[in-house]
T-cell receptor, first 114, second 111 residues
Framework: DTEVTQTPKHLVMGMTNKKSLKCEQHMGHRAMYWYKQKAKKPPELMFVYSYEKLSINESVPSRFSPECPNSSLLNLHLHALQPEDSALYLC?????????????FGEGSWLTVV | RKEVEQDPGPFNVPEGATVAFNCTYSNSASQSFFWYRQDCRKEPKLLMSVYSSGNEDGRFTAQLNRASQYISLLIRDSKLSDSATYLCVASRSGSARQLTFGSGTQLTVLP
């Protein structure tokens, strides 16, 4: 079982809704990530937090707003999404940020925007 | 040209067969390599890292050829439970932005 837990597992939201995805890890990792994955495509990096500070924002639209309340938690706030934002959103963590570090994924949150 | 390329498959093989996947990477600065496995509608899970000398983990063998810029994954005595998509990952030093996923190779092991 993954040690990165995500909630909710499934979310259906309207285009005017505000919702949040939550992620938690207790491995003492200091880097946490949000990835987006569409069907039959590889994961695409959205955001990276390193030591609770936003390190990377891959030009993600502002309707996605990340938050890192502490070293174990990572949120993704969603507002005014579009149907094309429907995807699997994966949270991940690694010991520290850096390409050589193994990344561990959570089970993901399936988001459907209607 | 994609930075990491994989044959998308699908590979359909009988149980007990040996199957090999190749993955090529275009950036010679890539330093670390991984194979991840992703089951249908599940998250990617690390299968194994790939070391320069090649490495083996049970029925799985990974090889790296830096001169030709490809990595491979060999699965021996394939099981039904090996059915999944296998993602090749290459990374350069530096930030997490340097981690690049291939599009994945789909494997179905048939009874």
């Amino acid at each position: 079982d993954t040690e990165v837990t995500q909630t909710p597992k499934h979310l259906v939201m309207g285009m005017t809704n505000k919702k949040s995805l939550k992620c938690e890890q207790h491995m003492g990792h200091r880097a946490m990530y949000w990835y987006k994955q569409k069907a039959k495509k590889p994961p695409e990096l959205m955001f990276v937090y390193s030591y609770e500070k936003l390190s990377i924002n891959e030009s993600v639209p502002s309707r996605f707003s990340p938050e890192c309340p502490n070293s174990s938690l990572l949120n993704l706030h969603l507002h005014a999404l579009q149907p094309e934002d429907s995807a699997l959103y994966l949270c991940a963590s690694s010991q520290v940020e850096g390409a050589g570090n193994t990344i561990y994924f959570g089970e993901g949150s399936w988001l459907t925007v209607v | 040209r994609k930075e990491v390329e994989q044959d998308p498959g699908p590979f359909n093989v009988p149980e007990g067969a040996t199957v090999a996947f190749n993955c090529t990477y275009s950036n010679s600065a890539s330093q670390s390599f991984f194979w991840y496995r992703q089951d249908c509608r599940k998250e990617p899970k690390l299968l194994m890292s790939v070391y320069s000398s090649g490495n083996e983990d049970g029925r799985f063998t990974a090889q790296l050829n830096r001169a030709s810029q490809y990595i491979s994954l060999l699965i021996r005595d394939s099981k039904l439970s090996d059915s999944a998509t296998y993602l090749c990952v290459a990374s350069r030093s530096g930030s997490a932005r340097q981690l690049t996923f291939g599009s994945g190779t789909q494997l179905t092991v048939l009874p």
